[in-house]
């Protein structure tokens, strides 16, 4: 039943675009860890959060083959741009491949490193981060990030529901950082949020 949910709640979702078609179809395809992948709903979330919010500049902690970063591209405000970040160089490449058959070309920054390494160096200020890389370092990426956004911007978490498993008593080493993750927002008075139960979860914080 839920599969037939799911499908119908694509039916009656506007469709995305043909490059960033080609690109879900490639990763289905010729990748193991395709679910690493934003799905085609939630891909459109992460435009529509982007058309709303007109972000001027969008951080991404984890490229992986650069389809959330085409996604959040969409809603950029006028000469915005979006910095992703990410350490794999074979992935980076597919994304960049990709990034440059789109009119988002001179708008998407890729920068190879570690995020923790990277995000200090950063100047500015942040309308919109989206955090979907390594779990235990969620907490970490947060804390980073948080006094380099906009009052009034926004931070996303992916996976924080991880397939249920933030519910086990036993929890894995990702579930007990994603739970904790979740603690950490719920806590911190500088920011309010929603847990959305849409795909694998996202975190919605936004700053106060």
Known sequence: MQDSWIQYAEKFTSDESGVLRQLREHCYANFEDKAMLSG???????????????PKVVLEIGTYLGYSALCLAEGLADGGKVITLDIQEDTNAVARSFVEKTEYINRIEFILGFATDIIPKLSGTFDLVFI???????SNYF???????????????DNVLWSGRVLDADKDENAKALHEYNQKILDDERVENILLPIRDGLMVARKL
Do not use: C, E, T, W
Not at 146 to 156: A, P, R, W
């Open 40 to 54: 085609f709903v939630q891909g459109r979330l992460l435009s529509m959060f982007s058309h709303m919010i007109r």
């Open 132 to 138: 979907d890389a390594d779990k235990p370092n969620y």
């Open 143 to 157: 804390d980073l990030v948080i006094d380099k956004v906009s009052s009034g911007g926004f931070i996303i978490a």
